[in-house]
């Protein structure tokens, strides 16, 4: 239950970055929650506009093809920590962005300029919009959508540690499988020309392997009030 307190606090925008497995998604929405912020999975929105490539039938192993449709979807993102809602020309899509082709395929769409220029606009209007505030998380939220944000937290983990929990979400997933696979997935993140994962220079950096979820969210928590504190 939201406090009085979080009614009436200073607004604050805070960016929280990270490779996958690292507790972005939990920690964010329970942060928020508590707090009274809004929230954003910028991540939901490029898995939005890939699943939109791949229903419609795009070469996503063509840039020029992608970077065409970019302008396409009508994404809109809704900012409830409790109900985090996304649709894609009206169609809610929440289910169909989890799916194991989207996922293999999000990296090469997002990495095409156009495609980060459309989704990087969205998610500054979302954040600019926000009147009580917001936690926004991603990849390189810190570093090129909100290089401003009043706070940016970089979750990292072992790689160890983000397979297994990753392979907890994805019921029946082999551990090995799934560590090669986020390994991958950051190459392609930190390698990519536009916008790479890559933590802020003056981004605080929480390594959460051997921290349990709550002792996760409690350290975030403490790190936005201590920032709404100085406002």
């Known amino acids: ?5 979080a009614r009436t606090a200073p607004a604050v925008i805070v960016a929280i970055d990270g490779p996958s497995g690292t507790g972005k998604s939990s920690t964010s929405k329970a942060v928020a929650t508590q707090l009274g912020l809004s929230y954003l999975d910028t991540g939901a929105q490029y898995r939005a506009i890939t699943w939109w490539m791949v229903t419609n039938g ?51 769409v997002s990495a095409v300029p156009e495609v980060r220029a459309r989704i990087t606009e969205l998610q500054r209007s979302i954040a600019a919009a926000a009147g009580r505030g917001i936690v ?18 970089f979750l990292t983990a072992s790689p160890e540690a983000r397979a297994a929990r990753r392979s907890g979400e994805l019921k029946g997933a082999d551990v090995n499988a799934t560590r090669e696979a986020l ?16 933590k802020a220079a003056d981004a605080v950096e929480v390594d959460t392997s ?22």
């Open 1 to 5: 239950m939201e406090s009085t307190a």
């Open 58 to 108: 795009i070469d996503v192993d063509d840039p020029s093809s992608i970077a065409a449709a970019a302008g396409k979807p009508d994404i809109v993102s809704g900012t409830d920590p409790a109900a985090p809602a996304i649709t894609v020309d009206g169609t809610d899509v929440a289910g169909p962005i989890r799916t194991q082709e989207v996922t293999s395929k999000v990296s090469a």
């Open 136 to 153: 926004v998380e991603g990849r390189d939220i810190g570093t090129t959508v909100l290089p401003d944000a009043d706070l940016k937290i």
């Open 183 to 198: 390994m991958k997935r950051d190459v392609a993140d930190s390698t990519r020309k536009t916008s790479p994962l890559a």
């Open 210 to 231: 051997d921290l349990t979820l709550q002792q996760v969210i409690e350290c975030v928590v403490t790190l936005v009030e201590g920032k709404r504190a100085t406002r």
